[in-house]
């Protein structure tokens, strides 16, 4: 239980991080690739692969968990809930059209399809940068007027019992990389003791290998 009797938004910021940082730093590494490395093509492949199916998954959680309730709620600011659903679907598509170049340009590694690629991962950001600076600022007050506690931690639950198990500290990690003190303290505390173990002496590393594997990092 938080020690607050609202939802703890700060949460959704510290992961909208993650979404806006691993969005800027793909856009960079497949445009860094050089022509015919197909290796490392097929390696970013794999990441923005991971990194679609976390954003979808945390849409997802969002359309059925927070939407329905603003929706019934909130009816004088319908406007702003129904902007953030379609803003999901403006995402949705850029997903898709990167998704469409993906698997030529991770066969071939060629000027053009990473060019066309870079271009995609541009558009998806600018769209994705607007609707979390959206959401942040206009809807997250709602649901700490209208969502009870329980209400919103059941949003964060649902996420983990989604995530495929091989991916929880991946995501942990990627969380925790660009918090504050303060909110590490407050994500870590609701973390179960023995996952606050298991991430000392075996998630910590892991989230360091992977991280110095994509980025080309010193760990």
Known sequence: MSATSTPYTQEMIMIHRVFRREADQLRQYVGAVRTGDVARA??????????????????SGEDELIWPLLHERARVHDDLVSLME?????LDGTLTEIQRLLPHWAATAGDEERDALVAAFAEHGRILHQHLADEESLVMPLVEE?????????????????MPKDKVFLALGAILEDATPQERAEFMRKVPLPGRIA??????RQYRGWRASVRGEAR
């Open 42 to 59: 097929r390696q970013l492949a794999d990441v923005v692969r991971e990194y679609i199916g976390g954003l979808h998954h945390h849409h």
């Open 86 to 90: 379609k803003q999901h679907e403006a």
């Open 146 to 162: 209208h969502l009870t506690l329980l209400e919103w931690e059941l949003v964060g639950k649902n996420g983990l019992e989604r």
């Open 199 to 204: 991430w000392k002496l075996i998630g910590r």
